[in-house]
Structure formats: C-alpha cells, structure tokens
C-alpha cells in the first residue's frame, strides 16, 4: 500500500528539521566549550586563577572576586584576546579595598615683617583654630592659613614637630620652618655671628630628644649706615676708631694702607653692604696715607663725605700740599673737609664746656652750660629717658652766647655715652671727647658713625673706648659640648659596669653616677642620648635587649637622682658598635660601656618643599604658553 505522497514529503521535512537542531545544538556546545577552554587558557597564563568563564552561546561570561580595579580590567584584556570583547559578559567583582595609607603630613610656615604664612597637610584632628591662633599670638599680625586637611590619625611625633616648630618661630622673627612628623627643618637669619650660635644653641636644647632637628642659620652682611672709616695718628701711634668695608680685598687694602702709616694694637673691620661707592677702598686708601703725610690728627669718611682734621702746629704749606694732593685723587663722589687748628693765644678766655659722668652702676652726672631753660629741660628729658628717671643728677647752668650747633653736640654727645657701660662725655665748641668702656666690641664704631653723621661736616671728635669682655651671668649655663667632654673625663677614670648578664648598676660603680649626675645637674637641659653597648658574646638578640635595658638603668638612676631627663634618651645598640677587638677578654670589657652622647642637629638636604612646590607651579604657568600662543609659534614654524 503506497503511502499518500503529502505524508512523505511531511516525514522527510520533520527528519530534516530534527537533523538540522542536532547538528546546530552540536555546533553551538562546541562553539561555548571552545571558547570557554580558549578563555580559561588566556586567563590562567596571566595568573588569573580566581576568575571563572561560563558560555552562554556566543557570550562568554566572567565572574569571581578580583583583589582591585588593575587587576579586574586585565582579566577583561585578557580575555579579549581569544573572543570578540563585545561577546564578553564582565560580571566580575572587585574586593572592598583596605584602609589607604595615611599622607605625608607637614607644615610649611614663613614668617617675616609681612606677617606669617603657613601651608600645608595636616590630621583633621589637628586643631586648626587653635594653631593659627598660637601663631597670632607670636607679634600680633596677621596670619594666612593655606593648609588643607585629610581625616587620618596624628602620626607618631607629629605633635612634638608642631610644638618645636611654634617654639622655635617664636625666637626667629624671619625663618622658614617645615614640620613633619619627628622631623623639623629650620632656615633662619640671624643679624650677627653671635646671634647665630646662640639662636643655634638654644633651638638645639629646646628639642625633644625624640625629635630630629636640622639647622640652616646664616648671619648675612650688615648694613652699615653711615658707611665710616675713622683713623687716628697720635703719640702712640696709629689706630681705628672705626672701619667699614664692602668685600675681604676692600679689607684688606685699608688695613694694609693703616699699617703703612704706623697702626699699633688691635683692630676690626666690619664687612657690609652700604658703601656709597664701588672706589670706597680707594678714597680710604688715599686718606690714610695723607693723615700719615701730614704727621698726626684724624680722617673720618661718612658715606662720602671725607674730614681731615690736622693736630695744632701742623705746617701750613704741607697741610695745603697734601690737601691739594688728596682733593685731585679722591674720586668724584667723594667731597673733602680739611681743617688746620689755628693756634690759640695766651689771652683767650676758657671755651664753654658741658661735661657727663656715667658710672659702672649706671649713675649719670651732668654739669656745665646749656644756653638756655628750654635747653636745659630738653636735655634732662632725654637724658632721663636714656638712662633712667631716677639715675640723672642734672647740675647744669644758663649761659648765653653758645655756639648755634651746641643742642645738636650735647645731645649727639649723651646718646653716643648711652652706648657705653660706663664713661665720661667733654663737650666744647671744637670738640666731642668721649671715653669709656664697651662691653659690646662694635660700640667703637658705631659711635664714630653716629657722631659722624650728627655732628656733620668738617667737625672732629675723640674717642677712647675700650671693649671688655662682660662678666658672665651667675645663671649661664656651660656649653652642652664641655658637659660631654667632662662626661668623657669622669669615665676614662671609672667607667659604669654592671652585674654580670643583668642591668643592675655593680656597687662600685655608684660614685662614678653620682659625679656624672653632678655634672648633668649643672649643665641643665640638654639633648643626650644614653648609649648602652655589649661584647659580642651570645646571641645578638640577648645583646640588644641587655644595652637597652642598661642604658634604661642608668637614665633611671639619674631621675632616682631628681636629674630633669625630660630631653633625655635611652638607646641600645648590642654589639654593633664596637671600639676594640672582641677576640680579646680587654677588648670584650672595652666594648661593655655607657656613652652619654649629645643628639646634633642633622645636616639635612635641601628639598623642594610644599610652598616651594605650589610658587613653582605658579611660575610655570605663567611662563607657558597659552594654547593660541602655541598655534600661532607651530605656524611660524612650520612657514619658516
């Protein structure tokens, strides 16, 4: 029986479709497990292991944890090697990242005659307010805060930094300091040499032990104003009142004009800036040497004004020959005054005379004529004010007909006694006489500047003053280096040792403690670290921890003896610093010792620091140009 022919074709079209779903069904497993294998391969090879690949068809999707967002998008890179990345499923993950490491905190702070700035990152938990208004507090003025905060904890020694960094600014008027945690960078100016090393030796015992400091102090060239150089030739010879000079061959070219005319005894000469002249050392050159020509008298330059004064008797016709000489070398700037005493007769009356008496206690004693009550009044006012209200005993008399200028000398005179410790004052028509004792070795030359420049032109003036060294306050504690050094002396007579294996002070020992604790006592606050050292016998750990525990014993033993150690610091460090051979039982017992050390400001690089870095990203801006600017240098270019 045949089959109807619509039952064929039906049968053959049902065979065919089922045919075709298995060979498709077949093709896509083959396509997803092939893709799959080739994914897994790409991601396994980059180390990917933690990703998982599943096919969908013709996508291809990947899961799992990756450990950051890096890591994630090279899983994805990865992937896209081996399929089409729009076939790509990213259903991946990345892990909670753990907590960011804190910043670099630090505190930049400027401070000069505009006021203070500061810049900077610091802990939010930094109490801002409070900071800037310790800042006010220091002059007064005005403050800018420019810092910016980040919410993590105050790291270890950030504290310590910001309170060092406040203290020291308050000593320096201009600095720079940066502040970071247990590190302070200082840049300071100081006015002199001696202003320096003090400022330098107070920072460094106002540190905290744990603190490290580093120091740029500089003491730059003075401005002197009025620039002087005062030479005098008498009896015994030739000396300086006063000498200034702009650079060391300056210097050195008027010192050895004054020894070619006879300069005895000690001298100085201030370098600064001020000279009124690049040819100053010329014109003091030549005027020495005239002076010596001449025979005796002085020579006073004032910025560029030139006082020649010849002693009484001087032979006209050399005076005006040398005169003459002198007028025709100075160079242009510079304007001579020659004065030739003329010899006094027998029948001239006294000149007037005013005279003050300035005692070692301070005591000021003022006698002679003033030329009026509204004078008279004047000068008992100023010179109250000068040496104190209760310390002036005023004696003077009315007297008329005074020379015009004789205000303008018994005041110059009282305020150039002001600068002494003690002295007397001998004011007369011809001249200003004062003498003295200094305890400052630059008063000399600042009062021949300053009588120099009150008095005026073609008028002379005596100084002898004599610098002595001031007495040393009964407070003043000895230099931290001498407290080292006495340290060091006490122990190569008894050095500290201890119980065998332990940190317990041997009995014989204690006196050496005590001297040592003495010595502590007397020197005051000071940065010292206690340095304990061992032998190298047994374990380098065991070593460690026996030098720190014995450097601790003796910072104990200094406070069991009310020793402030407050800037004090105990530190071990084993057997790692040794100072002689540990093959040997001598060597070994040398290198068992106590050393008290004094903690140094570090000498540390200069680094751009944060206010650096933001005035040179200023500056950078400014000098590049603008995108016009660009297009327009790219055509000239490219025309040319």
Not at 510 to 520: E, F, G, M, P, S
């Amino acid at each position: 029986m045949r089959l109807p022919y619509f039952l064929v074709v039906t049968f053959v079209f049902l065979m065919s479709a089922g045919l075709c779903l298995l060979a498709a069904s077949y093709s896509v497993t083959k396509v997803e497990e092939a893709s799959e294998f080739a994914v897994r391969r790409a991601l396994d090879l980059k180390g990917h292991d933690w990703a998982e690949v599943q096919s969908d068809g013709l996508r291809v999707v990947l899961t799992g944890t990756a450990k950051d967002e890096a890591t994630r998008f090279n899983a994805l890179t990865a992937a896209g090697t081996e399929v089409d990345t729009s076939r790509v499923i990213d259903e991946m993950e990345v892990a909670p990242t753990t907590q960011l490491a804190a910043p670099r905190f630090s505190a930049e702070i400027l401070r000069n005659d505009s006021g203070i700035s500061v810049i900077g990152l610091i802990p939010v938990s930094e109490d801002r307010d409070a900071l800037t208004d310790r800042l006010r507090d220091l002059d007064g003025g005005p403050v800018s805060d420019l810092m910016e905060t980040a919410d993590y904890p105050k790291p270890k020694g950030w504290e310590d930094a910001i309170n060092y960094a406040v203290e020291a600014l308050a000593r320096l008027p201009r600095a720079k300091i940066s502040a970071s945690p247990g590190l302070v960078k200082i840049t300071a100016i100081a006015d002199s040499q001696q202003e320096k090393e003090r400022l330098e030796q107070e920072l460094t015992r106002a540190a905290p032990p744990s603190l490290r400091i580093g120091l740029s102090i500089s003491a730059p060239r003075p401005v002197i104003t009025p620039f002087t150089v005062r030479y005098l030739i008498d009896e015994d010879g030739g000396r300086f009142d006063a000498c200034s000079a702009q650079d060391e061959k300056a210097r050195a070219r008027i010192i050895a004009a004054a020894e070619d005319a006879g300069l005895s005894g000690p001298y100085s000469c201030t370098i600064g800036l001020g000279e009124p002249s690049p040819r100053w050392p010329d014109a003091a050159v030549l005027s020495i040497r005239a002076l010596s020509e001449i025979g005796q008298g002085s020579v006073t330059l004032s910025d560029a004004d030139i006082t020649l004064v010849a002693v009484e008797g001087t032979q006209t016709a050399l005076f005006d020959r040398v005169i003459g000489e002198l007028e025709n070398a100075l160079p242009e700037v510079f304007v001579l005054h020659a004065v030739l005493p003329e010899p006094q007769t027998e029948d001239q009356s006294g000149p007037p005379e005013f005279s003050a008496t300035r005692s070692p206690e301070g005591l000021v004693q003022m006698r002679g004529r003033l030329g009026d009550e509204t004078l008279r009044d004047m000068v008992d006012s100023y010179a109250r004010a000068a040496f104190g209200y209760e310390q002036v005993h005023t004696a003077t008399r009315i007297a008329p007909d005074l020379p015009a200028d004789w205000p303008i000398r018994v005041l110059s005179g009282l305020e150039a006694l002001s600068q002494l410790h003690n002295g007397a004052l001998t004011v007369t028509p011809d001249d200003v006489v004062l003498s003295g004792v200094s305890h400052d070795p630059k008063t000399r030359a600042y009062v021949a500047g300053l009588l120099s420049e009150k008095l005026g032109d073609a008028q002379d003036f005596t100084l002898s003053i004599t610098y002595q060294e001031p007495p040393e306050p009964a407070d003043k504690l000895p230099d931290p280096e001498v407290c080292e050094e006495r340290i060091v002396e006490v122990q190569a007579g008894s050095k500290i040792a201890f119980e065998p294996g332990s940190a317990t002070v041997a009995a014989d020992s204690r006196d050496t403690v005590n001297q040592i604790a003495d010595i502590l006592r007397d020197c005051g606050p000071i940065r010292l670290e206690i340095q304990g050292h061992t032998d190298s016998q047994g374990r380098e750990e065991m070593n460690q921890q026996l030098s720190q525990a014995r450097a601790q014993s003796i910072l104990n033993e200094l406070r069991a003896r009310r020793i402030p150690t407050a800037s004090y610091t105990a530190m071990g460090y084993g057997e790692t610093q040794p100072i002689a051979d540990n093959d040997t039982e001598e060597g070994r017992e040398e290198n068992r010792r106590i050393e008290f050390r004094l903690i140094r400001p570090e000498t540390i690089e200069d680094s751009e620091t944060t206010l650096e870095a933001v005035e040179t990203e200023a500056e950078t801006s400014q000098d590049a140009p603008t995108e016009g600017e660009a297009s327009d240098e790219d055509a000239d270019a490219g025309d040319q």
